[in-house]
């Protein structure tokens, strides 16, 4: 079995992986099946595109959108709470039973890959340790609270529709930039603890590590916890979660048991680099600004279609829920790739601290190794899938910065100790001779 390497010939791209393989600990057998679970979650994405394309096709061709508003809007004259409307033009009920009813559309197509995808495959390739009823349970919940936000989220966005047709796309970005710094902060202890159980990492030698590790980073952090992954995956993560006072470094259960205290301080280094770099603020800076353009070019979209076309009734007119839906995903296919390209430049410069901090060159690639391993990671994707879906560089890349960060050390130290044979030969007593070498020979 061969590592796939892009950009060589067949016969040096198999020497090269065996060697890269051998020398990092990559294993070859688990490389093979990485390659097939990520074709196959390829194949089943763009199965997912290729169903909602032709699904919306049918909505727009067939008029579904403008009738099933016209089903609610005649369901309301019999039934008068529909009819509520706290601002001209909006009626909230109506647009939340419309979201409704299409999400659960949407749900009833997905079941059958949603379970594939999120059941069968990760079992199959030893990824997912979930019984089917813990995989529902997860899922229930997952899908409740994010219909809430959505739910939440879509009454916001209609009245300010109706209230301020526009400048709607400013006011729902900067409530959007806000809900991200809120969420950012609430999240490590109101929605983590729904999906996993958090308990304090034991007093020890690797908690001491890590807490100075924190320091020497002058972040300070609310504790150090275990998080139980073990229930769901054979996966392994850490992070440092949270915002202010909500910050606390996380590892996962699958990690502390399997690697050494050096890998898991450099895993930990990584994520605090994020922190002393304040990554967290410039992705959440720069999201908002690919958020605010989607938002900007939405509402040209939707006074187009409203003021010039008049294919809908209103701006806030629940028939154009599905049209803002394929603004929205389409304007996602585009600036994903962008949002990586900037992730993954965060995530080299999160490395490069890691290896500044710990010094520990061989510990973080043996770490890298393992979590490629461990979690099923293609080490050496090709460039064009990194490109569009990565958010991190390649595991393959990850290790090579090691080694070049080793090597410039190496070169470093070198010349350090060049430079300072060089001044110690130019205060010899006189009359003592020097030859003035700066070789490795006259240091010994």
Same mark, same amino acid.
């Given at each position: 079995?061969?590592i796939?390497?892009p950009?060589s010939?067949?016969? #040096?791209?198999?020497?090269?992986?065996?060697s890269?393989?051998?020398?990092?600990?990559?294993e070859?057998?688990?490389q093979?099946? +990485?390659?097939e679970?990520?074709r196959?979650?390829?194949?089943?994405?763009?199965?997912?595109?290729?169903i909602?394309?032709?699904?919306?096709?049918i909505?727009?061709?067939a008029?579904?959108?403008?009738?099933l508003r016209?089903l *609610?809007?005649g369901?309301a004259q019999s039934f008068a709470p529909l009819?509520?409307?706290p601002?001209?033009?909006?009626?909230p009920?109506?647009?939340?039973?419309?979201f409704?009813?299409?999400t659960?559309?949407?749900?009833i197509v997905?079941?059958?890959?949603?379970?594939y995808a999120?059941?069968?495959l990760?079992?199959r390739?030893?990824?997912s340790?979930?019984t089917?009823k813990?995989w529902v349970?997860n899922?229930?919940?997952?899908?409740?609270?994010g219909?809430?936000?959505?739910?939440?989220l879509?009454?916001?966005?209609?009245?300010?529709?109706?209230?301020q047709?526009?400048?709607?796309?400013?006011?729902t970005g900067i409530?959007?930039?806000f809900? #991200?710094?809120?969420m950012?902060n609430l999240?490590?202890?109101?929605f983590?603890?729904?999906f996993?159980?958090f308990?304090?990492?034991?007093e020890g030698?690797?908690?001491?590590r890590?807490?100075e590790?924190a320091?020497?980073a002058?972040t300070s952090?609310r504790?150090?916890y275990?998080?139980?992954?073990?229930d769901?995956t054979?996966?392994?993560?850490a992070?440092?979660?949270?915002?202010g006072?909500?910050?606390r470094i996380?590892?996962?259960?699958?990690?502390?048991d399997r690697y050494?205290?050096?890998e898991i301080?450099?895993?930990?280094?990584?994520? *605090?680099?994020?922190?002393?770099?304040?990554?967290?603020?410039k *992705?959440?800076?720069?999201?908002?600004?690919?958020?605010f353009?989607g938002?900007?070019?939405?509402h040209l979209?939707?006074?187009?279609?409203?003021?010039t076309?008049h294919v809908?009734?209103?701006?806030?007119?629940?028939?154009?829920?599905?049209f *803002?839906?394929?603004l929205?995903?389409?304007y996602?296919?585009?600036?994903?790739?962008?949002?990586n390209?900037y #992730?993954?430049?965060?995530?080299?410069?999160?490395d490069?601290?890691?290896?500044q901090?710990?010094?520990k060159?061989?510990?973080?690639?043996?770490?890298?190794?393992?979590?490629?391993?461990?979690?099923?990671t293609?080490?050496?994707p090709?460039?064009i899938?990194?490109?569009l879906?990565?958010?991190?560089?390649?595991?393959?890349?990850?290790?090579?910065?090691?080694? +070049?960060?080793?090597?410039?050390?190496?070169a470093l130290?070198?010349?350090?100790?060049?430079?300072?044979?060089?001044?110690?030969?130019?205060?010899?007593? #006189?009359g003592?001779f020097?030859s003035?070498s700066?070789t490795?020979?006259s240091?010994h």
């Amino acid at each position: 079995m061969e590592i796939e390497v892009p950009g060589s010939v067949p016969c #040096s791209n198999a020497a090269f992986a065996a060697s890269f393989a051998q020398e990092h600990g990559i294993e070859v057998e688990r490389q093979q099946q +990485a390659r097939e679970y990520a074709r196959i979650h390829r194949r089943l994405s763009l199965l997912e595109i290729a169903i909602v394309v032709a699904g919306l096709a049918i909505v727009f061709s067939a008029g579904l959108d403008k009738w099933l508003r016209d089903l *609610l809007q005649g369901f309301a004259q019999s039934f008068a709470p529909l009819n509520w409307q706290p601002l001209a033009g909006w009626f909230p009920l109506q647009l939340l039973l419309y979201f409704l009813i299409i999400t659960f559309v949407l749900t009833i197509v997905f079941i059958p890959l949603a379970y594939y995808a999120g059941f069968v495959l990760p079992r199959r390739y030893g990824i997912s340790v979930m019984t089917f009823k813990a995989w529902v349970v997860n899922r229930l919940k997952g899908a409740t609270i994010g219909f809430i936000f959505q739910a939440v989220l879509i009454s916001l966005i209609y009245a300010l529709l109706a209230i301020q047709p526009r400048w709607w796309w400013l006011w729902t970005g900067i409530i959007l930039l806000f809900f #991200s710094v809120i969420m950012a902060n609430l999240a490590p202890i109101l929605f983590f603890p729904l999906f996993y159980k958090f308990t304090p990492l034991p007093e020890g030698e690797l908690k001491q590590r890590l807490v100075e590790l924190a320091a020497r980073a002058r972040t300070s952090v609310r504790g150090v916890y275990v998080m139980r992954m073990s229930d769901k995956t054979t996966s392994a993560n850490a992070a440092l979660m949270g915002l202010g006072n909500t910050r606390r470094i996380v590892i996962g259960d699958t990690m502390i048991d399997r690697y050494t205290p050096d890998e898991i301080e450099v895993v930990l280094a990584h994520e *605090l680099g994020h922190h002393l770099h304040s990554d967290i603020w410039k *992705l959440i800076i720069s999201q908002s600004v690919l958020t605010f353009g989607g938002l900007y070019i939405a509402h040209l979209a939707l006074q187009w279609v409203v003021d010039t076309q008049h294919v809908y009734q209103s701006l806030t007119d629940p028939a154009t829920l599905p049209f *803002l839906f394929v603004l929205v995903a389409f304007y996602g296919l585009i600036i994903t790739p962008l949002g990586n390209m900037y #992730s993954r430049r965060l995530e080299y410069q999160a490395d490069e601290y890691a290896l500044q901090a710990t010094r520990k060159v061989e510990a973080f690639q043996a770490a890298m190794a393992r979590l490629a391993n461990q979690n099923l990671t293609v080490v050496e994707p090709s460039p064009i899938i990194e490109f569009l879906f990565h958010s991190h560089p390649s595991v393959s890349k990850r290790i090579k910065h090691a080694d +070049a960060f080793a090597s410039s050390a190496q070169a470093l130290s070198a010349s350090l100790n060049a430079d300072n044979r060089s001044a110690t030969t130019s205060t010899d007593p #006189s009359g003592m001779f020097s030859s003035g070498s700066s070789t490795p020979d006259s240091a010994h």
